[in-house]
């Protein structure tokens, strides 16, 4: 069974950073792709930045320049690093995984369970 963890939202001052962080736990899985969504209160969920297994990463526009996603391959786990966060940042964040599992080679979406990110002062 796989499962996807997330840990690192808190209510954080505009300006600040903050750093999550999403392990998939588990065996018998391949990484094709991680990556984040948000939802901020009362919107539509907004995708903002995968990291694919060659290492390929692309980013919305709302946060180009300020988000940073990275990996560490050996622990499975993918984190986001935010800086100069804004009070519209504030939403839950959700990390995704395409995983292949290699039993039956079937590829499927994983999601984690979100963690509440909050920008105000």
């Known amino acids: 069974q796989v499962q996807l963890v997330e840990s690192g939202g808190g209510l954080v001052q505009p300006g600040d950073s903050l750093r999550l962080s999403c392990a998939a736990a588990g065996s018998g899985f391949s990484i094709n792709a991680m990556g984040w969504y948000r939802q901020p209160p009362g919107k539509q969920r907004e995708l903002l930045t995968t990291i694919t297994r060659g290492g390929s990463t692309n980013y919305a526009d709302s946060v180009k320049g300020r988000f940073t996603i990275f990996r560490d391959n050996a622990k499975n786990t993918v984190y986001l690093q935010m800086n100069t966060l804004k009070p519209e940042d504030t939403a839950v964040y959700y990390c995704?995984?395409?995983?292949?599992?290699?039993?039956?080679?079937?590829?499927?979406?994983?999601w984690g369970q979100g963690t509440q990110v909050t920008v105000s002062s």
């Open positions: 995704y995984a395409i995983l292949t599992l290699v039993r039956d080679s079937i590829t499927a979406h994983y």
